[in-house]
C-alpha cells in the first residue's frame, strides 16, 4: 500500500490541476467547433462517434465490448503521457483530448446534458485516469524548462511504473463499469 501512495505522490496537485483545466478548455471548445462546422477540427472525432455507433448496435459479448474500451483507452493515454517527451506538446494533446472527447459527446448526446455528461460512473474512473496521465506529461516536461524549477524530474522510468500503477487501474475499472453500462443499456432497449 505504501508503494502505492507513493506513486500517487509523484502526482504534484496543482499540476493535476492543470491538466484538468486544459482538457476542460478542449471540452468547453467543443459546441463551438461542433456549430461553426470546423472540418478539420471534427474529421476525427465524428469518424469515432460513426464507429462507436456502428458497434453500439453490435451484439457483442461483454468481453470484446471491455476489451475494446480499455485498448482505445490505454493506447490514447499512452500516446497522451509520452507527448511529455517533445517540449510543450502535453498542453496541445491535453486541449485536443478535451476537444475530441466534447466533440464526441455533444454528437452523441445531440448537445443534451453537454456538461451534466461529464458525472457519469465511467467518468469517475476515467477523468482522473486522464489529468494523471497528463500530470505525469506535464510534469516530465518540465525537464525542457529548468527555469520554472516546478519539480524535481525523476527518470521516465519512474514516471513509466507510476502511470502502471495509477493510470492502468483506473482505466481497467473504467472499462468494468462501462462495459457493464453498456450490456445493462442493451437490456433496457426495445427489442
Partial sequence: MDFIF????????????ASALFFFIGYGLAPVVYHKNIRWLLA???????????????SWHPG?????????????????????????????FAVWTGLNVGL??????????FYASLFNPVSLFELPAVFSA?????????????????????SLEVYMQAFLT??????????????????????????
Avoid at 8 to 17: A, C, D, N, S, W
Avoid at 64 to 92: A, C, E, R, Y
Avoid at 104 to 113: D, K, Q, R
Fill in 134 to 154: 497528463f500530470t505525469l506529461a506535464f510534469q516530465f516536461n518540465t525537464r525542457f524548462f529548468p527555469e520554472w524549477k516546478i519539480v524535481t524530474v525523476p
Fill in 166 to 191: 495509477i493510470v492502468l487501474p483506473l482505466l481497467l475499472i473504467g472499462g468494468i463499469v462501462e462495459t457493464a453500462l453498456i450490456k445493462f443499456m442493451d437490456k433496457m432497449e426495445p427489442k
Fill in 6 to 17: 507513493s506513486q500517487i505522490g509523484l502526482l504534484r496537485f496543482t499540476i493535476f490541476l
Fill in 64 to 92: 470484446i465490448i471491455f476489451l475494446f474500451i480499455f485498448s482505445m483507452n490505454l493506447i490514447s493515454l499512452s500516446v497522451d503521457f509520452f507527448s511529455g517527451l517533445i517540449p510543450l506538446l502535453p498542453v496541445v
Fill in 44 to 58: 476525427y472525432p465524428m469518424w469515432m462517434a460513426e464507429k462507436i455507433e456502428k458497434w453500439s448496435k453490435q
Fill in 104 to 113: 464526441v459527446s455533444f454528437h452523441t448526446l445531440e448537445g443534451n446534458f
